[in-house]
């Protein structure tokens, strides 16, 4: 029987599986930690969105909490000026290279980008920061998904779901610093690529970039 802990967040406690990464040890107690890239099955969790946040005792600053394993007797504070402020900043960030315009997007009304604006009373637009998104082209050739490169967001759970689940490697990071995507090999069109249009990159994607095709 595996070993538990017990840990307050929010000044509430719970008994969660001790070593457990403290994002999912919230989640899986109905606490909501905003989040795009975090993925239970990493080992190593990138900690790329920055937008997980939290505060613990103890500790001189915020920290993410995909990458924090628990501890018995840990005190954690979700919320807090620090945090709020770090998530708001690496909220526009992300929302500076993300091609808005929820009306026109397939995944509107089940995106983690409006998830997280509701649940923490941030705004869709950008307020303090100017666009960087460059004019991309749309990949429509598969015949059951289309990949905008214009709203990706760089959350890495479509490459790791098709290097490690789909097990096909069609994808990966491509490029360095504001040129950084998801691509192919050689940067050619999915249907050219090794890809075989199963669809589980598509089933991950928390934002617009990967959507199936209507019908």
């Known amino acids: 029987m595996s070993k538990t802990v017990i840990i307050t967040i929010d000044d509430k406690q719970y008994t969660v599986p001790a070593g457990q990464k403290l994002l999912w040890a919230a989640l899986d107690n109905g606490i909501y930690i ?10 190593r969790p990138s900690a790329g969105c920055r937008l997980c946040f939290v505060e613990v005792e103890g500790m001189s600053g915020p920290v993410t909490s ?4 628990v501890t018995g007797g840990m005190v954690v504070r979700t919320r807090s000026e620090r945090v709020d402020r770090l998530v708001r900043t690496g909220f ?6 993300h091609r808005l315009g929820c009306a026109k997007c397939a995944k509107n009304g089940t995106c983690e980008l409006q998830k997280i604006a509701k649940k923490r009373g941030l705004k869709l637009k950008l307020t303090r920061l100017r666009s960087l998104v460059q004019e991309q082209v749309i990949d429509d050739s598969p015949g059951s998904f289309i990949y905008d490169p214009s709203r990706c967001v760089q959350c890495g759970l479509c490459v790791y779901t098709d290097h490690h689940r789909a097990k096909v490697g069609a994808i990966g990071f491509v490029r360095r610093g504001m040129a950084r995507k998801v691509s192919t090999f050689g940067e050619v069109q999915l249907a050219e690529s090794c890809c ?4 589980e990159c598509v089933k991950v994607c928390p934002v617009g970039a990967l959507t199936p095709k209507s019908g």
């Open 66 to 69: 995909c990458t924090l394993p």
């Open 92 to 97: 526009e960030l992300l929302l500076s290279n």
């Open 34 to 43: 905003p989040h795009l890239c975090g993925n239970q099955e990493e080992q």
């Open 196 to 199: 075989t249009g199963c669809g």
